[in-house]
């Protein structure tokens, strides 16, 4: 469908249309998936649709964390594939981390849809395809517990966008980090993540790679301050807080607005 680019929120809606038509036909993003981004547009539009500013601060904290590790790596699932796949791309070549595609809803298909996608993105290696997802996560019981024994079963430091929950437990258990880009600051996974981006993947993504370039040229000791003083629980509160004031200020709006000419009493 032809978005009209006059629309205000004509971006938010060409992302929506890119992925119904060009992604969720071939089967990259599955019917959950879109649900999954019906939710996240929900609280993007609560966010101003903007990076904000503890966001960007949890951006530069996963960047930091990103370079300091040993081996990190990088969760790609269905969504993040058809949103930002050249960006995981860029990210992994800057913070030398290993990609590898673990789904939900998985199956060989898209495993292959998905790497292929990478891999035009211009993806080097791609790890959990197949039988390369040969370990497990014994306390999942979904289908992501088949990781890659040499990508997220081993690594300090995971990047997981569009998680769904019991994962993140299951990896912080398992003693690794975890960063998680998720536009719920309530999310299962916001809440227990190490570090959490509350921002839309489409938005973080850029800035995070932007942010692990420069932080790249710097004296590694910058990433170990950044990483001291950044408060996980205290940033998922500044974000709630913004919800809580655009929600407050949109009630004020109604508060002036007028029906058939008449003001409406709330
Ligand atoms: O591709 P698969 O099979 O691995 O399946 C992926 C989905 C997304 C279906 C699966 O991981 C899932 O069910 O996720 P959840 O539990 O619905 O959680 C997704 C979270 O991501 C929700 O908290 C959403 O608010 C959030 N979200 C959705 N779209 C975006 C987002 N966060 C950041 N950027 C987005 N574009």
Do not use: W
């Not at 993040?80 to 800057?94: Q, W």
């Not at 390369?132 to 690594?155: C, F, K, M, Q, T």
């Not at 710097?218 to 205290?234: G, H, T, V, W, Y």
């Amino acid at each position: 469908m032809k978005i009209p680019p006059d629309h205000p929120r004509a971006e938010s809606l060409e992302t929506r249309e890119k992925l119904i038509e060009k992604y969720a036909a071939k089967g990259v993003v599955t019917p959950a998936g879109l649900i999954a981004h019906g939710r996240g547009e929900a609280f993007d539009y609560l966010l101003g649709e903007k990076t904000t500013s503890p966001a960007l601060r949890a951006i530069e904290a996963g960047a930091a964390a990103m370079l300091l590790a040993e081996k990190p790596v990088i969760s790609v699932n269905g969504n993040v594939a058809a949103l930002v796949a050249e960006d995981i791309v860029k990210l992994s070549e800057i913070t030398t981390a290993k990609i590898e595609v673990n789904l939900f809803y998985r199956s060989l298909d898209r495993e292959k849809i998905i790497g292929k996608l990478l891999e035009k993105a211009g993806a080097k290696e791609i790890l959990g395809i197949g039988r390369h997802a040969s370990a497990r996560i014994h306390e999942l019981g979904s289908e992501r517990r088949r990781v890659d024994p040499a990508g997220i079963y081993a690594a300090d430091v995971v990047l997981v966008p569009l998680e769904d929950g019991d994962r993140t437990q299951a990896l912080l258990k398992m003693g690794k980090k975890v960063i998680a880009v998720d536009l719920n600051p309530l999310s299962r996974t916001a809440q227990k993540a190490s570090i959490t981006i509350v921002d839309n993947i489409v938005r973080a993504a850029p800035k995070l790679t932007d942010a692990a370039d420069e932080l790249k040229r710097e004296d590694p000791k910058r990433c170990q301050e950044i990483l001291a003083s950044f408060n996980n629980r205290k940033n998922l509160n500044e974000s709630i807080t913004l919800i809580n004031q655009k929600l407050s200020s949109l009630a004020e709006k109604q508060k002036d607005l007028t029906v058939g000419g008449k003001r409406l009493e709330l």
